[in-house]
C-alpha cells in the first residue's frame, strides 16, 4: 500500500472544514488531559472507600472459623492475587530506566509519556484527516501547542497547584512529566515543521516561503524548544547548571511571542500558556524575600552555611511557613532580572518553627555557591541575600508516621533533606529518649570525613542526646581526589554520575546534593565505635544487603518506609536491595515422603513445573544433592530449591530473580512449623493424616507467594486446629502444673511450668498480635524463663597433636513461659576470652563470630553494647546462633604440640599404628586432657540445673556460676570409632582396658564405648589387630564374626602404662624375627591401617568457647501485661556435644 496523503486544492468549503476540524481536534487534545486527572480521582476516592468500610477482622488475623473460611475462599485468594500483582506492577514502575548509562525517567513515566505521545500522534494527528497532505501537517502543530498550557502548568512550583492538588504529587515529580511532555511537544512540531519543508521542496515553494515572517518565527520557535530540550539533560545540566537554568528561563519566555506571530489559529492556547507564565511569575514575586543572613564556611569542610534568624516577634508568619523538606533558591541580594539567573535550590537543614532559624548547608563548587563563599572570607557578619520559597512537599515526616518502622539514609550532604526529617520524626513518635517508638527508626549517615557530619548535630546537649541516639554514621575516611571508581558490593559511586540526585523528592539538581568521586571510597572493614559527641561512627561503607535485611527482619507484617537522599546510584542499589526484600516470591511447594511420592502440592503464584518433571530433575543429581539446583533444560530455566527434614523433602521451584536464602529459610520454616504443630519426628502419615492443618498452615504462611507468617507462636492464632494437634501443642512445652518438658525443663523441686492455653473471646482475639512473632493474650498460670546454650565441636589435631582448625557451632536455645509481654536484657560474657579487644560487646563478638538472631532481638543494642534485648516468642525457640573459633583469630601454625592444650578439650586421642610382629596392630589411647582434671567428674553427683533467679533478692535478675554447675561439668556418652580401609576383612583380639569394643564390617569401623563412670585420670586403652584378604586367612588366626559384629569385652585390672610396657617388651622381643618375615605382608598391612579417630562425647555444665550467662532481666518499664506478682522462675544450662567431632589423624 501506497503513500496515503497526496497535494490537492480545496474548495473554501473544504478549507472551513478542515479548519473546524483542527480547531476541534486541538481542542479535544487539550481537554483529553482531564481524563488521566478523572481517572485518579476515582481511584482515590475507590482507596478512601476501602479504607473507610475495611472492617477490624480485615486488619487483623481472624480468630473465628467463620472469618478463617472468608480468607481462605475463592474470592480471597483471587484478592490477594490481585494485591500482589498491583503491588509489583506498582514497585516495577517506580524503577529507573536507563539508556546507554542515561537516565530517562521511571518505568512509569516513560509508559505515560510513550502512552500520551501515541494517543497524540496517531489518533487526535491522524483521525479524519483523509488523504490531505496539509491537514496532516497542520495537525501536527495545532495538537502540539494545544498541550502548552498543561506543560506550563506542569512546571508551576507553587504549593497549591492546580495539578499537585490533583494528583497529589510533588513538584520534583510532576518536573518529570514537564519533561517528557515537552519531548512530546517538540516531536510534534518536529513533524509539522519536517512535512512543510517536504511540501514547500516537492511545489518549489522554498525560496519564497523561507523569507515570510510567520514562517521564520515557527521555525525560530522549534529550535528554541530543542535548546531548551538539549540543555535539560541531566549530562548537560550537571555540566553547567547556569547555562541551562539562563536558557530554559529565556528561551522559555521568547517561544510564546514567536509562536503566537507564527498562526493566528492557536493564539489561544498562547494566551492560556501566557496566563500560566504570569501567574508564576507573579507567585516566584510573591514568594521572594530578602533577608539579613550569616554565611559562613564549616571548618575542615568544603560547605558553606546560611543562617538566616527568623524571629517569632518579626518572622511569626515567615518561620510557621517553612517545614522540614521544604527547599529554596538563594542568591545575594541584587536586582531583580540578574538574581532569577544567580539562585540555585538549597534544601531547608533545619526546622524553623523550633530553631527560629532557617539554615542551608551547600557544597562550595563554582557559579552562585562560589560567590556566597566569597563573601564569607571578605568578612562582614550579615549578607543581604534573595529566599525564594518554599517549594516542595513538607508532608513526609506526616506521611512517615504511618509506618511501622522507618529507615533513613543519606549520601554526603543529601543529609539536609534527612535530618530535619528526622529530627521532626523523632519528636512526633516520643518526646522522651529510649523509648519503645524511637526504636523503630533508623538513621544510616554515609559521609567523606567526620566534620560533613558535626554541622548537623544541635548546640544543646540534651537535643544532641537526642539526635544522636538512632543515628549511625559511616566515614569513608578518603582524602585523595584522585581515586577511581570505588566498588561496594552491587553499587558503584564513580565519575560525575555521583553529582546527580535520584530520589523523587530532590530531583531538581540542588547544589546541596553535589557530591565527590570518592563520596563513598573506603575501607571495607567497619568496626565501630563511640566519638567524643557519642555518635556511632562506622569506618567504611554500609552494606546495603545487611541493612536492608534487618529493616525487614522484625516481621512481615510491619509496614516499612525507606527513605534516601544522596547519589543517584546509591538510591538505585538501595531500591535494588528493597525490592529483593519484598518482591521475591515463593512460587511453589511440594513435599514428598521418603519413597519420593508426592504428600502435599501447593501453588502460590504463577505456573510453575510440574512436581513429577521436577522430582525427576532431582533425583538424576548424584547424592549428596545440593540445596539449589540450577536446571536449565526447562522453559523459563528454572532454580530449584530443597531442603530434608526426618526424610521428608521440601522443594520449591522459581524461575525469577529471588534472594536464594530466602527461599530455602521459607522451607526450612514451613517444615519447622509443621514439626511444631504435627510433633517430631515429621512424618509422612502425620501430614497425610492432618492434611486440614497442614493446608491451612502452607496456606497462611505466604501470601500470594510472599512469605508473610513463619512463627509458629503466630500461626497457633490463625491455623485452626484439633484437639490431637493441641495436645500435641501443650504435651510439648509441658501441662501446668507438672513436670516442663525438653531442654527448658523446670529443675527439681522448682516450680512447675506449663502453657495455659486460654480460651478467649473473639472480642480479645479479632485483632492479631502487635508483634509477629509472639501470640496474643498469653496467661500462664506459672511463669518460667530457661536459657539452654549448646555448642557442637569441630575439631581436627594432626598426629603430633597440634591442632589443625578447632571451632564450636553454638546456639542459644530459650524457652519463655510468661504472661503478657515481657521485655528482656539477656547479658553474656567471654569467662576472659576476647581481652584486649576493645569494649565488653567488642570482645563478646570476637567470641560468637558470625552470630545470626532470632527476629525479636534488637540489633541495634547488640552492635552497641553487646547484649541481647528482644521480647521473646511464647514457648521455645532458639535466640541466636553463633560460631567461636578455638584457637583465636591469631592462631600461629606451629608444631608445637603444647599447643593443644589451650583448647581445654575434656579428653583426646592418641593413635599408634604398625605396632605387633606382622605390623597388624593399631592402639588407641583415650586421655583426660590435664587442664580439664580437675573440672570434670561423673553424672552421679552432677547437677544441670542452676535456679539462680527465684532466690535472688532483686525480681528479674540471677547470677550465674562459671560453669552453670556449682559442683563442676559431667562428661557423658563417650564413643571412639576408628574407621578402616575397605580391605579389612575381620577385627580380631579387641583388646579395651575399659569399657566395650565391637567391630562392624558393614560400617567399616570400630566402635569404643566407656562409661563414664570408669573415664578417670588414667584414661584408656584399645588395642586391635586387623586382619587382610582372604589369601591370608591360614597365617592369622581368626575369632570369627557373628550377625556382621565381632565384639570382645576385656576386664583388665592392669594400668594402661602397665599395658602398654608388656606389649613393648612384646615388640621387642619379636624385632629379630620381623627380618625372617615376608615384607610384601608387613607392607601390606600398613595399608589396612587407619588414618584417623573420631571422638563423640557431650559434657553437660561447660562450654568450649567460655561463654557464660551474667544476667537475665525483665524490664519491667517496656514490658506490658506483666503485674507486680509476675516474678518468673529462671534457670540455665550449658551443654557442649562432639558427634565425631573431635578428630585426630594418624
Known sequence: MGWPYRFGELTPEQKQQRRELLDWYGFLAQMSVLAPLLALQVYFVTVWIGKKFQTQKDLGAPSSPYAKALRSSKTARIAKSVRLLARRTKWWLGNSLDVLGYHVGTNGEVIAAVVWTVWLLLLLSCFQTGDDYLHLTKRFGIVGASQLPFHYLLALKWSYSPLQLLTRCSHETLISLHQLLG????????????????????????????????????????????????????????????????????????????????????????????????????????????????????????????????????????????????????????????????????????????????????????????????????????????????????????????????????????????????????????????????????????????????????????QRQDFIERLNVFITNSTSGDLGPAINGNFVIAGDDEEENAIAVETEEGIELEQR????????????????????????????????????????????????????????????????????????????????????????????????????????????????????????????????????????????????????????????????????????????????????????????????????????????????????????????????????????????????????????????????????????????????????????????????????????????????????LLNVSTGGKGAGMGNRGDQLRTVMERAVFHPCVRLSRWKQDGVLSFVPPDGKFILCGYETDLLGPDAPLTTNQTSSNKLDLPATLEVNTGSGVSGNEFEVRLLQSAATTSSFRSAAAASLQSNLGSATSRPGAFKAGSTGDSKGPTIEDIIVHVPLPSGVRNVSDLRPSRGEAQWSPVDGKVEWKVPAKDFGIGGATLRCTVQGPASDADEEDSSGVLNGVTATTYDYTDEPSAYQSQSGRQAGSGGNSVNGLDERRVERNRELMPTAATLSFSVKGWLASGLKVESLLVDTKKSRGLGPEVKPYKGVKYLTVSRDGVEVRC
Open 183 to 462: 519531548r512530546s511537544i517538540t516531536l510534534l512540531f518536529y513533524l509539522h515543521v519536517a512535512f512543510y519543508l517536504n511540501f514547500y521542496i516537492l511545489s518549489s515553494l522554498l525560496a519564497q516561503k523561507i523569507t515570510e515572517w510567520y514562517i521564520i518565527c515557527g521555525f525560530v520557535a522549534t529550535l528554541a524548544f530543542t535548546a531548551v530540550g538539549t540543555t535539560a539533560l541531566a549530562p548537560l545540566k550537571r555540566w553547567n547548571y547556569r547555562a541551562f537554568f539562563i536558557t530554559h528561563v529565556s528561551l522559555a519566555t521568547l517561544v510564546l511571542p514567536l509562536l503566537y506571530f507564527h498562526v493566528r489559529h492557536i493564539r489561544i492556547y498562547i494566551y492560556e500558556t501566557a496566563a500560566v507564565y504570569a501567574v508564576h511569575a507573579v507567585l516566584r514575586f510573591f514568594s521572594t524575600k530578602t533577608l539579613p543572613a550569616s554565611i559562613r564556611i564549616l571548618p575542615d569542610t568544603n560547605l558553606i552555611e546560611i543562617d538566616i534568624p527568623t524571629p517569632l516577634s518579626e518572622k511569626g508568619r515567615l518561620r510557621s511557613s517553612w517545614k522540614p523538606g521544604h527547599h529554596a533558591y538563594v542568591s545575594l541580594a541584587g536586582h531583580p532580572f540578574l538574581r532569577t539567573f544567580r539562585s540555585n535550590p538549597f534544601t531547608v537543614a533545619s526546622i524553623p518553627r523550633e530553631d527560629g532559624r532557617i539554615r542551608f548547608v551547600a557544597r562550595i563548587l563554582d557559579g552562585n555557591t562560589a560567590k556566597l563563599a566569597r563573601c564569607a572570607k571578605d568578612g562582614g557578619v550579615s549578607q543581604e541575600v534573595t529566599l525564594e520559597g518554599p517549594y516542595g512537599v513538607a508532608t513526609h515526616a506526616d506521611r512517615l508516621l504511618q509506618y511501622d518502622r522507618v529507615l533513613l539514609v543519606a549520601g554526603g550532604v543529601g543529609a539536609t533533606f534527612v535530618v530535619p526529617i528526622y529530627r521532626q520524626l523523632l519528636a512526633d513518635l516520643s518526646p522522651s529518649k529510649g523509648s519503645y517508638r524511637r526504636q523503630k527508626v533508623d538513621f544510616v549517615w554515609v559521609a567523606r570525613t567526620r566534620a560533613d557530619v558535626t554541622w548537623a548535630l544541635p548546640e544543646n546537649e540534651a
Open 517 to 824: 568521586k570518592n563520596l563513598l571510597a573506603g575501607e571495607d572493614d567497619k568496626v565501630a565505635a563511640k566519638d567524643e559527641d557519642g555518635i556511632t561512627t562506622l569506618a567504611g561503607r554500609p552494606d546495603l544487603c545487611e541493612l536492608i535485611e534487618q529493616t525487614f527482619s522484625h516481621g512481615d507484617s510491619e509496614r516499612v518506609a525507606v527513605l534516601v537522599c544522596g547519589p543517584r546510584r546509591l538510591s538505585q542499589a538501595l531500591r535494588k536491595e528493597v525490592g529483593k526484600s519484598n518482591m521475591s516470591t515463593i512460587e511453589a511447594l511440594y513435599i514428598f515422603d521418603e519413597h519420593n511420592n508426592l504428600i502435599l502440592n501447593h501453588t502460590y503464584t504463577s505456573r510453575p513445573p510440574p512436581p513429577s518433571v521436577l522430582i525427576s530433575l532431582y533425583l538424576q543429581h548424584v547424592s549428596p544433592r545440593p540445596s539449589l539446583i540450577y536446571l536449565p533444560s526447562l522453559s523459563p530455566p528454572t532454580l530449584l530449591y530443597s531442603v530434608i527434614q526426618d526424610n521428608i523433602l521440601f522443594i520449591s521451584p522459581c524461575s525469577q530473580d529471588v534472594e536464594p536464602l530466602l527461599v530455602l529459610e521459607f522451607l526450612h520454616r514451613t517444615a519447622d512449623s509443621l514439626q511444631e504443630f504435627l510433633g517430631s519426628p515429621l512424618l509422612a502419615s502425620k501430614i497425610t493424616g492432618n492434611y486440614d492443618i497442614v493446608a491451612q498452615i502452607v496456606a497462611e504462611m505466604a501470601d500470594a507467594g510472599v512469605p508473610c507468617q513463619s512463627e509458629p507462636n503466630a500461626l497457633r492464632d490463625i491455623v485452626e486446629t484439633g484437639p490431637g494437634v493441641i495436645n500435641n501443642l501443650l504435651g510439648k512445652v509441658g501441662i501446668p502444673g507438672g513436670a516442663p518438658a525438653g531442654i527448658g525443663g523446670g529443675p527439681g523441686g522448682g516450680p512447675g511450668g506449663g502453657l495455659a492455653r486460654t480460651v478467649l473471646k473473639p472480642v480479645e482475639t479479632a485483632q492479631g498480635s502487635a508483634i509477629p512473632w509472639r501470640r496474643s493474650n498469653v496467661r500462664h498460670t506459672s511463669n518460667e524463663l530457661y536459657v539452654d546454650i549448646v555448642e557442637t565441636l569441630s575439631v581436627t589435631l594432626a598426629p603430633s597433636g597440634r591442632p589443625l582448625s578447632a571451632f564450636a557451632y553454638g546456639s542459644v536455645a530459650f524457652t519463655s513461659k510468661v504472661s503478657g509481654v515481657p521485655d528482656l
